[in-house]
């Protein structure tokens, strides 16, 4: 009897673990999800990478973030456009993204070289935000070389005064 109460005892308190860690690895994802979401505010992802962000003062439905931007880049460098990231962390796992965040190199305005700095956890964080929001829309405009004219809407950055 006493060793089926002890046997009985020990299962419930192994249950009660599991359930524990589960819960605590559900609030860790979703701690991770929510920094991540900051993160895409704060660093100014959704400036490029989601329509009207800007003009809209933020206030665009979570929905429609990080979907890309037909709104044109034009300087220098040609025209570029803000990449839709939900279809390009669809298209990587966790890891693929810490390489490719660590190694990108991109025309303006994309500050890349802040991205490549970003801590570690940071860049899963991101990278768990925008994989909870799902695949959605399609590839932003190709970049336009700079001798070719882009289809409006853009902003156009002036030559850089001479060194």
């Known amino acids: 009897m006493r060793s089926t109460l002890l ?3 020990l299962l ?4 009660c673990a599991a359930s524990l860690e589960n819960a605590a690895a559900q609030t860790s994802e979703e701690q991770m999800i929510d920094r ?3 993160l895409a505010k704060i660093a100014g992802c959704n400036d490029c990478h989601t329509a009207g962000y800007l003009l809209s003062e933020g206030q665009i439905p979570e929905d429609l973030w ?8 034009r300087g220098p460098w040609g ?3 803000g990449a839709n990231l939900r279809l390009l962390m669809a298209a990587f796992t ?4 810490l390489n490719y965040a660590r190694n990108l ?4 305005p994309m500050p890349w070289f802040t991205l490549n700095e970003l801590h570690e956890d940071d860049l899963r964080a991101l990278y768990r935000f925008i994989h909870s929001l799902g695949p959605g829309g399609v590839p932003a405009p190709a970049y336009v070389p ?10 156009l950055f002036p030559e850089p005064p001479p060194q």
Do not use: C, I, M, N
């Open 7 to 9: 046997a009985s005892s």
């Open 12 to 15: 419930a308190l192994s249950v």
């Open 36 to 38: 991540g979401r900051y």
């Open 66 to 73: 990080l979907l890309g931007d037909t709104f044109g880049w």
């Open 79 to 81: 025209t570029t456009y």
């Open 94 to 97: 966790e890891e693929q993204w």
């Open 105 to 108: 190199t991109t025309r303006p």
């Open 146 to 155: 700079p001798d070719q004219e882009p289809a409006p809407p853009y902003a």
